[in-house]
């Protein structure tokens, strides 16, 4: 009886068949992580956003502040007093930090470089579910607890220097003022930048 045998064409072939569904089965595997990763960064935020609104219900509607208000009135601070640790720090995160996210110092007392703003007090926001509170730090900047937007402007090209617009692939994760979180394309977020009237960044809508 003659004895069958695969030829060398068959076996290529077979490994080449079982290298793409390993390839598409680890893929796959990396993006249920990135999304899985994505939703307890989500939570997160939504919990340092909770603490937002609760120490700006016990104070005349103020926000928590930046470092550069003092230590005690740091959004940091604040919020590591109900918080643990491992929330200042995103799961997407990889830079070399122990706390991801900044808040928009357009939002804090007298920033510097627009030191006439006024929207350190929720009453004074006029859209707060449009304006971003916290973001999420780009690679390069390791130890701020806040962007520097009043100086700096909020360019696609300055933004994008110091957010991470794109931690989950294609997005950024923000917090805003009333406390929802959202994931924003880049893509788009890029046209609402370029918006002379956009309240993403300054509350009030003017560049």
Same mark, same amino acid.
Request: glycine letters at 6%.
């Given at each position: 009886?003659?004895?069958?045998?695969?030829?060398?064409?068959?076996?290529?072939?077979?490994?080449?068949?079982?290298?793409?569904?390993?390839?598409?089965?680890?893929?796959?595997?990396?993006?249920?992580? &990135?999304?899985?990763?994505?939703?307890?960064?989500?939570?997160?935020?939504?919990?340092?956003?909770?603490?937002?609104?609760?120490?700006?219900?016990?104070?005349?509607?103020?926000?928590?502040?930046?470092?550069?208000?003092? *230590?005690?009135?740091?959004?940091?601070?604040?919020?590591? &007093?109900?918080? *643990?640790?491992?929330?200042?720090?995103?799961?997407?995160?990889?830079?070399?930090?122990?706390?991801?996210?900044?808040?928009?110092?357009?939002?804090?007392?007298?920033?510097?470089?627009?030191?006439?703003?006024?929207?350190? &007090?929720?009453?004074?926001?006029?859209?707060?579910?449009?304006?971003?509170?916290?973001?999420?730090?780009? &690679?390069?900047?390791?130890?701020?607890?806040?962007?520097?937007?009043?100086?700096?402007?909020?360019?696609?090209?300055?933004?994008?220097?110091?957010?991470?617009?794109?931690?989950?692939?294609?997005?950024?994760?923000?917090?805003?003022?009333?406390?929802?979180?959202?994931?924003?394309?880049?893509?788009?977020?890029?046209?609402?930048?370029?918006? *002379?009237?956009?309240?993403?960044?300054?509350?009030?809508?003017? *560049?």
């Amino acid at each position: 009886m003659r004895r069958s045998a695969f030829t060398l064409i068959e076996l290529l072939v077979g490994m080449t068949v079982v290298a793409i569904l390993v390839a598409l089965i680890a893929a796959g595997l990396a993006r249920s992580l &990135r999304s899985a990763k994505a939703a307890r960064c989500v939570a997160d935020l939504r919990s340092i956003g909770q603490t937002f609104v609760a120490y700006a219900a016990d104070n005349d509607g103020r926000l928590p502040q930046s470092s550069h208000q003092g *230590p005690k009135l740091a959004w940091t601070t604040i919020a590591r &007093r109900t918080l *643990p640790a491992n929330v200042f720090r995103s799961p997407l995160d990889d830079a070399d930090r122990t706390c991801s996210y900044a808040i928009n110092d357009l939002l804090t007392v007298t920033p510097f470089g627009a030191e006439s703003s006024n929207f350190s &007090r929720l009453q004074n926001i006029p859209a707060p579910s449009e304006t971003m509170l916290l973001g999420i730090l780009s &690679r390069g900047q390791l130890n701020s607890d806040h962007f520097h937007f009043a100086s700096e402007g909020w360019t696609a090209d300055t933004f994008a220097a110091d957010v991470w617009v794109e931690i989950t692939g294609h997005a950024g994760l923000y917090l805003f003022v009333d406390g929802h979180v959202a994931q924003v394309a880049w893509h788009d977020l890029q046209k609402n930048l370029a918006d *002379p009237h956009s309240r993403f960044v300054s509350p009030d809508g003017n *560049p």
